[in-house]
């Protein structure tokens, strides 16, 4: 079965930094594109970010381009986040999906960006 | 950026009966390569989305056959023909097309 599983949240200062960690197995990890997705308390969806199998592409939301990295690992089957600048509208539970369009869910870590 | 409404944003249902949600976006959908990159995903309260549908009709592994999709271009739409108590929760669309990637407001269907 396919598993993911988000780590490295909680809570930080604005303007502070965190790395999300999210661990794959159960399929080919270097095979498939890897996406974050985040979703705000009680609001929906929000696209954050895509990398390619080798990490050679890179895609991000312009709300965040500039202030978070998307990478991955395929020898440790880990895609990362590091989330730089962080803004308090960063709040949010952060989920890593399989594939560019997101096929399986983790079941998300919670950042909450509070002074 | 592509934007995704969904209507209704509401959708009271009866078990048994059918349900049907719409999506509709900005700009056509279809891609250079002849796919339309159109997903719908259900989210129940307290767990993370899953993948219902994808490329407008295909269905997700373990997806239940009452689940189809349909619809072209710039409209789309999710049916449930019979609603199930495990059916509530709330669906988004989502575009794959370009990037952003971008998701509709969501339904949430109440029994």
């Known amino acids: 079965d396919v598993q993911l599983v988000e780590s490295g949240g909680g809570l930080v200062q604005p303007g502070g930094s965190l790395r999300l960690s999210c661990a794959a197995s159960?399929?080919?990890?270097?095979?498939?594109?890897m996406t974050w997705v985040r979703q705000a308390p009680g609001k929906g969806l929000e696209w954050v970010a895509n990398?390619?199998?080798?990490?050679?592409?890179?895609y991000y939301l312009d709300s965040v381009n500039g202030r978070f990295t998307i990478s991955r690992d395929n020898a440790k089957r880990s895609l990362y986040l590091q989330m730089d600048s962080l803004r308090v509208e960063d709040t949010a539970v952060y989920y890593c999906?399989?594939?560019?369009?997101?096929?399986?869910w983790g079941q998300g870590t919670l950042v909450i960006v509070s002074s | 950026d592509i934007v995704m409404t969904q209507t209704p944003l509401t959708s009271p249902v009866t078990l048994g009966q059918p349900a049907s949600i719409s999506c509709s976006s900005s700009?056509?959908?279809?891609?250079?390569?002849?796919?339309?990159?159109l997903s719908w995903f259900h989210q129940r309260p307290g767990q993370p989305p899953r993948l219902l549908i994808y490329?407008?009709?295909t269905r997700f592994s373990g997806v239940p056959d009452r689940f189809s999709g349909s619809g072209a271009g710039t409209d789309f739409t999710l049916k449930i023909s019979r609603v199930e108590t495990e059916d509530v929760g709330v669906y988004f669309c989502?575009?794959?097309?370009?990037?952003?990637?971008?998701f509709g407001q969501g339904t949430k269907l109440e029994i």
């Open positions: 999906a399989r594939g560019m369009n997101p096929h399986n």
């Open positions: 159960g399929f080919s990890f270097s095979s498939h594109w």
């Open positions: 990398v390619k199998e080798d990490g050679g592409e890179e």
């Open positions: 700009e056509s959908l279809v891609y250079s390569d002849g796919n339309t990159y």
């Open positions: 490329k407008i009709s």
């Open positions: 989502m575009q794959a097309k370009q990037f952003p990637y971008t």
